[in-house]
């Protein structure tokens, strides 16, 4: 080898080194922008039309969008779930059961939310037409790069959406008590904020006006929107925009979309002012009429307070942070409920020793919960509920109130067990009870759900090897993706098949794995590498299952330090498995660890 050469071969080894050591150059994943989710926007439009053209409409969609101004990620994700709900409509429609809306946060929501609910709706849709027997994903394929957007295009492009869905709820779509249940709401968010500003004093509620229609009780809520744009002015916040009734035949759909929007700048001012207090639905609600609607709206108008004055009631917004202290709260529900429902099936809940493993952090738990979800979905079907979509791993650190968030839906999914209309929240979660509580203390009553699950489902719940075998192979995926990213060509030896493998032999192979991923961690910058704790004694496949949640965690970190934003697709649950197929893929893994190891360390 002349100087040239060495110096070329040195130069490759440095940069190469420096290519897989530092994160910050090319490993920072950007957020998700205006561009990225309105480019959702048209994937779920085509599946509307989709669906549409499917279920025989053909009718235009008459009503145009104006252009949008002032529109935040918050109102944005506000419009969205207004489509889940009426996702949901649809599907109790037609007997599939309804899903659940998350209750909207009292915080600042940033653009990766609203882009991850655009692409829950998107798994909706996708379910839906499975339902129906439609399914066809190669129609919804192509991705069409957008630039320039901003939130009041995506806006705009939501309501677009949700008016073309109007047409597939037809005459079973919202109704006037459907509004009147959202007003019920509003006047209790609007009260709040009276008793939280001290403001006393009975103010009546109006007379209820006769013979009026949805034009006037869209008029009564933009009316309300009026008082509210006021108070935000007076706040010194950025003011919602005020509109105008069309010239047209307004629907009960469109004045609960209406008063959607309304309860979204309350949620604004909530947040302005650091307070929190979600009202529950009204379970059970007589039939309405549009002129019980403007009541409550205009009585809302009456009571919403102006914010005039220089002295204001508000919190620092940082104790709106979840903590496991919050999150331990909401399990602690949680397992009220599932015991509940045990008691009332007559089911005998037989507990098992818990192996828990040390290293827990928010990321643990949350994959905990994603799989006790997955638990439900077995249930729910079992029950005839319909099935719901997956929660997959956002590819982000992940926080104590992602992970409260995900354990509110598991909450929400309970409540439809119990076929009851779900409650979005209450001020019962006690947290100061529990606010020494860590994400270790979490993981162990996500545990303990996750058992109590598998009582309500027998012997469909527990784990077996082929649960195992499907998260090994995924994972499998995950590394082969790893080894394109890091342009490791090295040959992998195949492994000969050995029968007699035990659950042991999957763990010990499972923490042989999780040594060599962090040798990989730590030289791409990833210095918290702890690795969990091995407890000898008699592993059961569910055991092997937790260890090897530990490798998807530390697979999911390792990707976004790396900036891999490609996701990989599910597997298909395959059964019959053993230990010993378990064992032959995991060696797999290993050796495709070690062949990145090998590249790296040879070149």
């Known amino acids: 080898m002349n100087s040239r050469q060495r110096i070329v071969s040195f130069l490759i080894i440095i940069l190469s080194g420096f290519f897989f050591q530092t994160s910050e150059v090319w490993g920072h994943i950007n957020q998700k922008t205006p561009n990225d989710t309105y480019s959702k926007t048209q994937i779920i439009l085509n599946h509307v039309a989709y669906i549409r053209e499917k279920q025989g409409i053909d009718a235009p969609i008459t009503i145009e969008i104006p252009p949008q101004k002032g529109k935040t990620p918050g109102h944005v994700l506000k419009k969205s779930y207004e489509i889940l709900e009426k996702i949901s409509k649809f599907r109790v429609n037609n007997s599939y059961g309804p899903i659940t809306i998350p209750p909207f946060p009292t915080r600042e929501i940033t653009p990766d939310e609203v882009y991850e609910s655009t692409q829950r709706i998107i798994n909706e849709l996708e379910l839906l037409e499975e339902f129906l027997k439609i399914s066809n994903l190669e129609l919804f ?25 109007d047409t597939l709820l037809g005459v079973r779509g919202f109704t006037p008590t459907d509004v009147y249940a959202q007003t019920q709401r509003l006047l209790g968010e609007v009260n709040f904020l009276r008793q939280q500003q001290g403001i006393g004093g009975y103010v009546p509620k109006p007379k209820k006006l006769k013979g009026k229609h949805p034009n006037h009780a869209l008029a009564s809520s933009y009316k ?33 979309d209406s008063v959607g929007e309304v309860l979204a700048e309350i949620q604004r001012i909530k947040f302005r002012l650091g307070i929190e207090h979600i009202i529950p639905i009204v379970k059970e609600i007589s039939q309405k009429t549009p002129d019980d609607v403007i009541q409550n709206l205009e009585w809302a108008a ?6 005039n004055t220089f002295q204001i009631k508000q919190r620092n917004r940082k104790h709106m942070q979840r903590t496991p202290a919050h999150v331990y709260a909401l399990t602690e529900k949680i397992i009220k409920e599932l015991e509940r429902l045990r008691v009332e099936k007559n089911i005998k809940h037989t507990s098992r020793e818990r192996k828990i493993f040390s290293k827990k952090e928010p990321k643990h738990v949350f994959i905990k919960t994603t799989e006790c979800l997955e638990k439900l979905n077995i249930y729910r079907k079992h029950i005839g509920l319909g099935e719901i979509t997956k929660v997959h791993h956002p590819l982000r650190e992940i926080t104590p109130n992602e992970v409260y968030e995900t354990m509110f839906r598991l909450y929400q999914e309970i409540q439809l067990l119990k076929n009851e209309n779900i409650i979005q929240e209450k001020d019962v979660f006690n947290f100061e009870t529990f606010k020494e509580k860590t994400s270790m203390d979490v993981f162990t009553q996500a545990l303990q759900i996750s058992q109590l699950l598998d009582t309500l489902l027998g012997s469909k719940g527990e784990y077996t090897p082929s649960d195992v075998f499907v998260k090994v192979v995924l994972i499998r995926k995950e590394f082969v993706l790893l080894r394109e990213r890091l342009g490791v060509s090295t040959d992998v030896e195949n492994f000969q098949f050995e029968e007699g493998k035990t659950p042991k032999d999957n763990m010990e192979k499972a923490f042989e794995i999780l040594k060599l991923l962090n040798q990989i961690r730590s030289r791409s910058g990833i210095f918290e590498n702890e690795l969990p704790k091995y407890r000898q004694g008699k592993p059961l496949p569910e055991d092997v299952f937790n260890i090897v949640d530990y490798i998807i965690a530390d697979i999911i970190e390792l990707k976004m330090t790396l900036g891999i934003t490609q996701y990989v697709e599910d597997v298909e649950f395959v059964s019959e498995k053993t230990p010993s197929h378990v064992y032959e893929q995991m060696e797999l893994l290993k050796r495709l660890l070690e062949s990145i190891i090998y590249q790296y360390s040879h070149e």
């Open 224 to 256: 309300l929107l009026n008082k509210i744009i006021l108070a935000e002015k007076n706040l010194w916040m950025n003011p919602a925009a005020s509109k105008k009734v069309p010239l047209r035949v307004i629907t009960p759909t469109e004045v609960y």
């Open 141 to 165: 394929n192509r991705k069409v790069i957008f630039i320039e957007k901003t939130p009041n295009d995506v806006y705009r492009a939501l309501w677009q959406i949700s008016v073309a869905f």
């Open 302 to 307: 009456l009571l919403m307070p102006e914010f």
